[in-house]
């Protein structure tokens, strides 16, 4: 069975808190009013959404959030286990301390770093590189049956210093992937944005070569210079701290910001991301089911079913995708329903490396 003709998505994000510990500064929740949304679930809405997303064969307690600050943490991994729902979380590591036992067996970890310098992580991060690591190291001694991976975004003033974060991985055998960030203001993409236009960045394509030569379980989240498909709203969904719930890895973003719609910069363009139309309802007011089943979630499916059509056929598309790009921008209307799936994956050739 092909993703498209899926009865439902098999694997979710939700969004329990929007506490966190640190103030990054790529965060959303810097530019958007994310925190004066729904503070917390309490273990009776965890239990509700759960029981709700039964047939999910995998569920990541996630968005914009530390999920170790989370106040029910322990007991909700713990309903998880119950359920026998296999899952992962992402942490910033900070709070990762003894006792381990409120880390679910054989579970899986993602823990984000974005600098390979104690000062490039102070820098984004405002906290103490060592430390976080320290964490892991004695994670691993102690809990060797976690599963631990590293995220690291990629700025334009840290990409050399995370060779040491490699140098790191092979030493404890773990993998890591590599993020592009998204930019909420033309003066953060000025600053922090590691591409060139036009050109590959020499920097990351050594980045690329120290892995491959280290023998280092990795990816670069490089989309290439021609688009592909996007199979996300057909297997996965997003559902945020206040039950709005998502299709849209990218958009997912944002989610609970007060705004319909919101901007991101790209080389200086300012797209306009119209999030309202990808809202598809609140898990505490419809079943998800229902949803799925849904006018507006229907007319989703078949946008992207037709334009992974084109895109996977190479019909629509010349050599030069950023001509391409142009085109579609010039004909982009953010109220046309669904219109902003036509120029995503394609926006993002623009600065694939």
């Known amino acids: 069975m092909s993703f498209e003709d899926m009865k439902h998505p098999f694997d979710f994000t939700i969004e329990t808190s ?9 965060c959303a929740r810097r530019f958007h009013n994310i925190q004066n949304n729904k503070k917390e679930w309490s273990l009776e809405e965890f239990k509700f959404v759960i029981d709700n997303l039964g047939f999910a064969d995998l569920i990541q307690i996630g968005g914009n959030q530390e999920v170790l600050c989370y106040k029910y ?17 992402t942490t910033n590591g900070v709070a990762l301390k ?19 310098t104690e000062d490039e992580y102070r820098e984004i ?3 103490s590189l060592n430390m976080v690591l320290n964490n892991i190291i004695e994670l691993l001694k102690k809990r060797k049956d976690i599963s631990i991976a590293l995220h690291s975004i990629l700025f334009k003033h840290n990409i050399q210093g995370l060779h040491n974060l490699v140098i790191f991985c092979m030493k404890y055998d773990i993998s890591i992937r590599f993020l592009y960030p998204i930019f909420f203001t033309k003066k953060m993409e000025r600053e922090y944005s590691p591409f060139t236009k036009g050109d590959i960045n020499p920097e990351i394509a050594r980045l690329d070569d120290f892995c491959n030569h280290n023998g280092v379980n990795y990816a670069l989240s490089s989309i290439g210079m021609f688009p592909r498909g996007c199979t996300v709203p057909f297997q996965s969904g997003m559902i945020g701290n206040n039950g709005d719930e998502y299709i849209c890895c990218w958009l997912y973003t944002i989610r609970n910001s007060i705004k319909k719609d919101w901007k991101v910069f790209y080389h200086g363009t300012e797209i306009i991301v119209p999030q309202e139309q990808y809202k598809m309802g609140n898990i505490f007011k419809q079943p998800f089911i229902e949803m799925w089943n849904s006018p507006k979630y229907i007319h989703l499916r078949k946008t992207l079913k037709e334009i992974n059509s084109n895109w996977l056929k190479n019909e629509r598309f010349s050599k030069t995708p950023e001509d391409d790009f142009w085109k579609l921008m010039d004909q982009y209307d953010p109220n046309e329903e669904h219109s902003f799936c036509k120029i995503c994956l394609q926006r993002w050739c623009r600065v694939a490396y």
């Open 18 to 26: 929007n506490k966190c510990n640190l103030n990054c500064i790529m």
């Open 73 to 89: 943490f322990k007991e909700a991994y713990s309903y998880l286990s119950q359920k026998g729902i296999p899952t992962y979380f």
């Open 98 to 116: 003894e006792p381990y036992d409120y880390l679910p067996y054989n579970s899986g970890l993602f823990i984000s770093i974005d600098g390979g």
């Open 125 to 127: 991060r405002g906290y």
